[in-house]
């Protein structure tokens, strides 16, 4: 089935492939597993073929759930899914020796196992959920506004609940002039506050252009020259090689070509290799360049951009730091729910991995001992979830470390609280059975099956990929390569501002996009990176472009010079990313990907 956009008389293009055939194939390939996991069972067991089909026939009626797509099933869907299929697997097995023999753990587990592989498979995006990647002809852009604006409403609302983006911001320009900017979805956890036009959101890297565009500014008022050393005029000593001193020039930090590393927070401040001589994307290029505009003004460099670009450019919400009481306005980052468990369960298995084969060699050319004993592995077992949180508080800071560690812990006891649930269930359902003696008066004794905990972790992945909050960034976190907060008018205002040129005159906004430096080709465009913007160019089409990406944040700005258009889009979802560039695609007209070779 192909979706148009109706009524508007102008365009017809498929915006989202059929997705009917996602949930029939899955079912499909379900039922084909089951069949053949029957069939097997009955061959291994001694069943005749003709039971084991029957068998595998029951199985698959029972799978063709009338369930429409998207809708989820009911516990009481599964429950009785369970019995079922425990019903079916004791009769085959019965078929073999004529009784109904003592169900081993695993056979008792694996049709709750079934059925969660089952739900998950439904839950999880289909592969072909993605929108057409091919471009409309000319862009929405070339439509007319009332049009482009209802098209794009249909589209970024429908494309936000496919990819489980809760909130989302779009600013269009056309002919040099903001034309369009919205708001869509909610800011807040608790759905109280709406997007619009004028929330902030984290714009990440898209601050680096912006940065770029104030460093112009100085350079065309001789404050520094491009291509001679940042320290004759930021004369402190931000690189510890005096070599590197020598060497570094604005030109090759806006170029990424410093030789500088993109690693934030614990990025040397060495050079990796010849400065000029390699494109290398670096942050930390950005920070030196944001400290020696600061120092060569003699004041903040948020201060500097709020009178030098926003305030000239109407930008009056933006800023690279904010007040705290402002902190709770922006939109707040979402990210899936394994993201923040694997950052510190991942480093806690890698410790203990470390540790153990430590302890093991302790105890082996130490002791001279083939066998560690259970106590020795404790400090191991002490020390690696220790070592994990400071990794995460050097890495991201205390409220990463705070969320990750809430988020995990959640989930374990969830773990633990299912693996007991299904457990009991199991007890209840087989109480009084005993190879058919039936134990008056009391309950068996049932220990802890370690198959519930792996039915549970199954389970567990059905809710993984759900969007949870993630940590506001502080307001006085400034940092010039990802700190920018901003909202979809204000970074329209600097689309439009760019492409007038008025700040900072025709030749140096040129500039910023014709001083470019090749980089390589992706996807049959040439990617190059000029004064601040990267470049994609292609037979048909040359365009300026920047990403943004922190942590349950994603953006993307979009500029096309001869056509004096333009689109930016803010996302706080991890997921957003494939939002940015299905957008930026069908607004301009343009296949993508804006992304590195």
Not at 93 to 114: F, K, M, N, T, V
Not at 279 to 284: D, K, M
Not at 415 to 430: F, I, K, M, N, T
Not at 473 to 483: E, I, M, P, Y
């Amino acid at each position: 089935m192909t979706v148009r956009i109706f009524p508007f008389s102008s365009f017809s293009t498929r915006i989202v492939p059929p997705r009917a055939s996602a949930w029939s194939v899955r079912c499909s390939n379900f039922e084909t597993f089951i069949g053949r996991y029957l069939e097997k069972s009955q061959s291994g067991t001694g069943g005749t073929a003709g039971a084991g089909n029957r068998a595998a026939r029951a199985a698959a009626r029972l799978f063709k759930w009338p369930v429409r797509e998207g809708k989820p099933v009911s516990a009481a869907a599964l429950f009785s899914g369970y019995r079922h299929q425990r019903s079916i697997a004791r009769g085959a097995s019965s078929l073999a020796d004529g009784r109904a023999p003592r169900q081993s753990a695993c056979l008792a587990a694996w049709p709750a196992l079934a059925a969660a592989l089952l739900v998950f498979a439904a839950l999880l995006p289909p592969g072909d959920a993605r929108a057409d990647s091919h471009a409309v002809e000319g862009g929405m852009i070339a439509w007319p506004e009332h049009e482009m604006e209802r098209a794009l409403d249909f589209l970024i609302e429908r494309r936000m609940s496919d990819l489980d983006v809760r909130a989302a911001a779009v600013a269009v320009v056309v002919e040099g002039k903001l034309v369009f900017a919205r708001g869509y979805g909610v800011a807040d956890i608790d759905g109280d506050v709406p997007v619009t036009e004028h929330t902030l959101f984290e714009a990440a890297s898209l601050g680096k252009p912006i940065a770029a565009f104030g460093a112009l500014l100085l350079a065309r008022e001789r404050k520094f020259a491009l291509d001679a050393p940042v320290a004759e005029s930021f004369d402190a000593h931000w690189l510890e090689d005096a070599r590197d001193r020598e060497t570094v020039t604005p030109r090759h930090l806006l170029t990424h070509r410093s030789g500088l590393s993109n690693n934030l927070r614990f990025g040397s401040r060495r050079t990796g290799f010849e400065p000029g001589s390699r494109f290398s994307y670096s942050g930390v290029g950005y920070m030196y360049l944001a400290d020696a505009m600061a120092g060569i003004e003699e004041t903040g460099f948020d201060r500097l951009m709020r009178e030098r670009v926003f305030a000239p450019l109407g930008m009056h919400s933006s800023g690279y730091a904010m007040a705290e009481a402002l902190v709770e306005t922006v939109a707040r980052p979402h990210m899936p729910l394994w993201l923040p468990i694997v950052a510190l369960l991942g480093p806690a298995l890698c410790f203990l991995a470390i540790l153990g084969f430590l302890t093991l060699l302790i105890v082996r050319f130490g002791f001279e001992r083939l066998r560690v004993r259970p106590v020795e592995l404790l400090p191991a077992i002490v020390l690696s979830p220790l070592l994990a949180g400071g990794f995460v508080f050097l890495s991201f800071g205390l409220w990463p470390l705070l969320f990750s560690l809430g988020y995990l812990l959640a989930w374990l006891v969830a773990l633990a609280a299912v693996a007991v649930s299904l457990q009991y269930l199991r007890v209840v359902l087989d109480q009084g059975r005993s190879d058919r003696v039936i134990v008056s008066g009391r309950m068996r004794r049932h220990g802890l099956d370690p198959a519930m905990l792996g039915v549970a972790f199954v389970a567990s992945l059905l809710f993984m990929f759900w969007q949870v909050p993630g940590p506001m960034r502080n307001g006085d976190d400034l940092n010039a390569a990802s700190s920018l907060r901003s909202s979809a008018h204000d970074l329209g205002l600097f689309m439009a501002g760019f492409i007038d040129g008025a700040v900072i005159g025709p030749e140096w906004r040129a500039r910023m996009v014709s001083e470019r430096v090749e980089i390589g080709t992706r996807d049959g465009a040439r990617i190059g990176w000029g004064l601040g913007f990267g470049t994609r160019e292609t037979a048909t089409s040359f365009t300026a472009w920047q990403w943004g990406s922190n942590v349950g944040s994603k953006s993307l700005m979009v500029i096309e010079p001869s056509r004096r258009a333009g689109v930016v889009i803010l996302t706080n979802a991890e997921s957003g990313d494939t939002l940015t560039q299905e957008i930026a695609s069908h607004v301009l007209g343009i296949d993508g990907p804006w992304r590195l070779p």
